[in-house]
């Protein structure tokens, strides 16, 4: 098990900018891949971004490439997810997540072993 912290939520302008982190702890030994998903009102959970605990593998939705940027602090076992030009359609409650055994891939919320609580942004027009 990985308890995760998720922090960095809020209100915001179109535009604006926020960054999530996530911080992780017990069993982060066995982290694999850190990821991202969403959750709008009335919509399915969706992918939003990863990373692999090693090395340098990232992975982005189409709809947030160029936008966001998914990173790690291994020595803190936390990873970030920065988010520029936010657009209303951004409006979600984002969550972290950690795959601890192989699975792929990294887009599936399946493939993922703990959750966090979540946390809401907003974007305003």
């Known amino acids: 098990q990985v308890q995760l912290v998720e922090s960095g939520g809020g209100s915001v302008q179109a535009g604006d900018s926020l960054r999530l982190s996530c911080a992780a702890s017990?069993?982060?030994?066995?982290?694999?891949?850190m990821g991202w998903f969403r959750q709008a009102p009335g919509k399915e959970r969706q992918f939003v971004s990863a990373i692999r605990w090693s090395g340098e593998n990232t992975y982005y939705e189409d709809s947030v490439k160029g936008r966001f940027t998914i990173s790690r602090d291994n020595a803190k076992n936390t990873v970030f997810l920065q988010m520029n030009s936010l657009k209303p359609e951004d409006t979600a409650v984002y969550y972290c997540a950690a795959m601890l055994h192989y699975s792929v891939p990294p887009s599936s919320s399946g493939a993922y072993d703990n959750w966090g609580q979540g946390t809401q942004v907003t974007v305003s027009s």
């Open positions: 017990g069993r982060t030994f066995s982290l694999y891949v």
